[in-house]
């Protein structure tokens, strides 16, 4: 599973997944019984979603993924995000727990091992690191030449090995990192849902995840749950990421869903008090023009959080209401946040059909091409301006909407943040981020440590920006 963007991890990253099984790494000098294989932490806002966007400090080792900074972690509340086997419906009690491996049974050798084979698996060389298999290789071999014989000295081993790569993305994270990172939530509810396949062909929405002790499974919702509404509002037809957004909302207010407990197939109604939000990250207001009849709706995105396709809904209607002619979609500063929120913020411009982005990587689940699903929400002209700080997802939706002739840009050269980042779960409970695939636009343009560069250094007449559409499209066609 891969972030995120979020995600994607996620991230992102966001939906969590640190439970599915990869393939065993090589045999390590010190093999342990009972082995389970590396765990994966898909840092997506749900499953589904491209990537958890990671740009920051990237010399760092603190929390380095785009968890909004001003993203409330309830402070009295401490509980870990675990996973649970769904129970008997009639029984309807808490589901057990995966037991953690104990950290003795687990060499150090086999810990340096496993980063190593993750690194190894999934690591797609960037163009800009000195990544090369076979130097690889020699890497594992050179470090596990002697007894490892703490576990600070293996973690130092990682992050030498890893920095080795010379990606400064792809990281090692501290336990205590890696649990701070586990608790992320995007529903405000203290779950996580996945898009999963049913049996008559459609897509269901089901509990991924839940934090146990916390509002959803307090409430009563379960492990493997589907859910079926929100505040009465079907979900059919949606993904797993716009039905979270339904469920997020002011702290300490309520929100009613309807789920589907497996086994027995019982519906429920359980009404769920929210204990986390997200602040919004949309500001907007009509700004008219110099004739005084002309209304342009400004909107500024601050980041991509799972508020931001609702929210900037919310203010397109009402903009639209007001009369506006024109939108300035404002991505200044905007240093991404959750990938998947981006693709869904492009799809509100984009027609049926329309690539939003094309993601290419080592493992297949990353290779893909991912398309707008329905007719725009706007089809008047846009101008969405950038600077240097636009970055990961805000750099989707600017290339997406340039490149399908939706808008121009103005401003400066953006960042050029378009690589894919996983987070993997070690079985000392230690991580590491791995750089796993990359994005394209839709003009097949390999944005990462490029950036884009805009049409205009600044902002031109709404007919210049009227013409230079049409010449777009008249060239696509």
């Not at 003795?104 to 298999?133: L, R």
């Not at 039905?243 to 109604?269: F, I, M, R, W």
């Not at 929120?341 to 990353?366: H, S």
Request: contains cysteine; glycine residues 8%.
């Amino acid at each position: 599973m891969h972030c995120a963007a979020c995600c994607s991890r996620l991230i992102t990253a966001a939906a969590v997944n640190n439970r599915s099984g990869r393939p065993p790494p090589a045999p390590s000098p010190q093999p342990v019984a009972n082995r389970r294989w590396h765990h994966t932490l898909a840092l997506r806002c749900v499953a589904g979603v491209l990537s958890l966007s990671l740009f920051n400090n990237t010399h760092s080792l603190g929390l380095a993924h785009e968890i909004p900074a001003n993203y409330d972690h309830p402070k009295e509340q401490e509980t870990e995000l675990e996973w649970m086997v769904a129970e008997k419906c009639e029984e309807q009690t808490a589901a057990e727990t995966a037991p953690e491996l104990a950290t003795s049974t687990v060499s150090n050798e086999e810990i340096v091992d496993e980063a190593w084979s993750i690194v190894n698996d999934s690591f797609i060389n960037s163009g800009n690191s000195n990544w090369d298999p076979e130097r690889w290789r020699q890497k594992r071999e050179e470090v596990l030449r002697n007894p490892i014989r703490s576990r600070s000295r293996a973690h130092d081993i990682i992050k030498r090995m890893l920095a080795s790569a010379g990606d400064p993305y792809t990281r090692f994270l501290t336990p205590s990192e890696f649990s701070r990172m586990a608790k992320y939530d995007l529903t405000g509810v203290g779950i996580n849902l996945r898009e999963v396949d049913g049996e008559d062909g459609s897509t269901k929405l089901k509990v991924l995840g839940i934090v146990l002790g916390g509002p959803a499974h307090t409430a009563g919702v379960r492990q493997g749950d589907e859910l079926l509404s929100v505040n009465g509002e079907s979900v059919e037809g949606k993904t797993a990421f716009v039905a979270s957004s339904l469920l997020q909302g002011p702290k300490e207010t309520y929100v009613t869903v309807e789920v589907k407990h497996p086994d027995c197939g019982q519906t429920e109604t359980i009404r769920i008090q929210r204990q986390v939000t997200a602040r919004t990250p949309v500001l907007y207001r009509v700004e008219p023009m110099e004739d005084g009849k002309t209304i342009v709706g400004y909107i500024r995105l601050k980041e991509f959080n799972a508020l931001a396709r609702k929210d900037l809904i919310i203010a397109l209607k009402n903009l639209q209401d007001s009369g506006a002619s024109y939108f300035l979609l404002d991505l200044r500063d905007n240093l991404g946040g959750l990938v998947q929120a981006g693709i869904e913020v492009a799809k509100l411009f984009l027609d049926e059909g329309n690539t939003v982005i094309y993601t290419v990587g080592r493992d297949p689940q990353v290779q893909q091409s991912i398309t707008a699903d329905s007719t725009p929400l706007v089809t008047v002209p846009v101008m969405v301006l950038v600077n240097n700080h636009t970055a990961s997802a805000s750099e989707i939706v600017a290339t997406a909407l340039h490149d399908n002739c939706k808008a121009v840009l103005v401003g400066e050269r953006t960042f050029g943040k378009g690589l894919i980042q996983s987070v993997f779960e070690l079985h000392d409970g230690s991580g590491v981020v791995v750089t796993v695939g990359k994005y394209v636009t839709p003009n097949h343009v390999d944005i990462n440590g490029n950036g884009v560069q805009p049409d205009f250094l600044k902002k031109p007449d709404w007919n210049e920006v009227a013409k230079r559409l049409a010449s777009c499209r008249l060239h696509n066609s």
